[in-house]
Nanobody, 124 residues
Framework: QVQLVESGGGLVQAGGSLRLSCAAS????????MGWFRQAPGKEREFVAA???????YYADSVRGRSTISRDNAKNTVYLQMNSLKPEDTAVYYC??????????????????WGQGTQVTVSS
């Protein structure tokens, strides 16, 4: 059974940093695209970042320059380092794995597996 477990969320002041982790189990994702999405209260889920197995990365404009996605294939884990956090970054952050072939990494519906989410709250 595949599981994605996010961790690292929490409450942080504006300008602070957090490092989110997503540990996968049940299969390896070293050859798969993995991504991060977020959903704020009352808003739709939105793309944050993604990383292909080739290490090509993608970022939403809202986080580009402040966030870095990385992966450790030996640990079957993907990370999201977020710096200079803003109150508008407050959301539940979800890890997604196994982008289906030919699909856009920006499309949440194109991923096969999802974690349960971790809350990030940025206070002003």
């Amino acid at each position: 059974q595949v599981q994605l477990v996010e961790s690292g969320g929490g409450l942080v002041q504006a300008g602070g940093s957090l490092r989110l982790s997503c540990a996968a189990s049940g299969r390896t994702f070293s050859s798969s695209t993995m991504g991060w999405f977020r959903q704020a209260p009352g808003k739709e889920r939105e793309f944050v970042a993604a990383m292909r197995s080739s290490s090509t990365t993608y970022y939403a404009d809202s986080v580009r320059g402040r966030s870095t996605i990385s992966r450790d294939n030996a640990k079957n884990t993907v990370y999201l380092q977020m710096n200079s956090l803003k109150p508008e970054d407050t959301a539940v952050y979800y890890c997604a794995a196994d982008l289906r072939p030919g699909q856009s990494p920006f499309n949440g519906r194109a991923y096969s597996y999802w974690g349960q989410g971790t809350q990030v709250t940025v206070s002003s």
